[in-house]
T-cell receptor, first 115, second 110 residues
Framework: NAGVTQTPKFRILKIGQSMTLQCTQD?????MYWYRQDPGMGLKLIYY???????DKGEVPNGYNVSRSTTEDFPLRLELAAPSQTSVYFC??????????????FGPGTRLLVL | DAKTTQPNSMESNEEEPVHLPCNHS???????IHWYRQLPSQGPEYVIH???SNVNNRMASLAIAEDRKSSTLILHRATLRDAAVYYC???????????FGQGTELSVKP
């Protein structure tokens, strides 16, 4: 199993541009998550999904959109990039999530720089 | 969401045990205690989790206080590869969301 894969690894965007960060998992996990990590800080949850067609906001959803049309894929969309969105983005997945004891598996991250 | 408190940094010598503390005085009865670690330039990885009883796995041990208001992650013999940021996180039964704090940065000296 490849686990959780993310593309691209690194991207530079100009202010106002749009892009989609891709995330795919091959573990048949139901739950998927997007986090961002600013320098020297812990991760903050942006959006999460409990299954195909179902998404919900996390702590910091503003400026982002998500969709979940398949179990495997959970893309994160930035519509109008701003310097405040410069960060490292991590995607994660877990088999379930409702009981609080499930393990999350993280991808390697996408480093985004907005200039 | 329940919060955790950890020291910002700790140092250890290689091949010695390391005890990483975590306070979670507002923990509720259904909150699981999770530990993840993040090696430099990588995504977080799961270390261990528990609810009430102490837990052991191949990576570490988790000691949970009787009142559950604190816990300690124990690395039995630190190696240089254990240098990372260690996060103590409480996870409830509301979607399994993890709320990360700033964690403890562990450095290991040879």
């Amino acid at each position: 199993n490849a686990g959780v894969t993310q593309t691209p690894k690194f991207r530079i965007l100009k202010i106002g541009q749009s892009m989609t960060l891709q995330c795919t998992q091959d573990m048949n996990h139901n739950y998927m998550y997007w986090y961002r990590q600013d320098p020297g800080m812990g991760l903050k949850l942006i959006y999460y999904s409990v299954g195909a067609g179902i998404t919900d906001k996390g702590e910091v959803p503003n400026g982002y959109n998500v969709s979940r049309s398949t179990t495997e894929d959970f893309p994160l969309r930035l519509e109008l990039a701003a310097p405040s969105q410069t960060s490292v983005y991590f995607c994660a997945s877990s088999l379930a999530g409702g009981l609080g004891q499930e393990t999350q598996y993280f991808g390697p991250g996408t480093r985004l720089l907005v200039l | 969401d329940a919060k955790t408190t950890q020291p910002n940094s700790m140092e250890s010598n290689e091949e010695e045990p390391v005890h990483l503390p975590c306070n979670h005085s507002t923990i509720s009865g259904t909150d699981y205690i999770h530990w993840y670690r993040q090696l430099p330039s990588q995504g977080p990885e799961y270390v261990i989790h528990g609810l009430t009883s102490n837990v052991n796995n191949r990576m570490a041990s988790l000691a949970i206080a009787e009142d559950r208001k604190s816990s300690t992650l124990i690395l039995h013999r630190a190696t240089l590869r254990d240098a990372a940021v260690y996060y103590c996180i409480l996870s409830d039964n509301q979607g399994g969301k993890l709320i990360f704090g700033q964690g403890t940065e562990l450095s290991v000296k040879p």
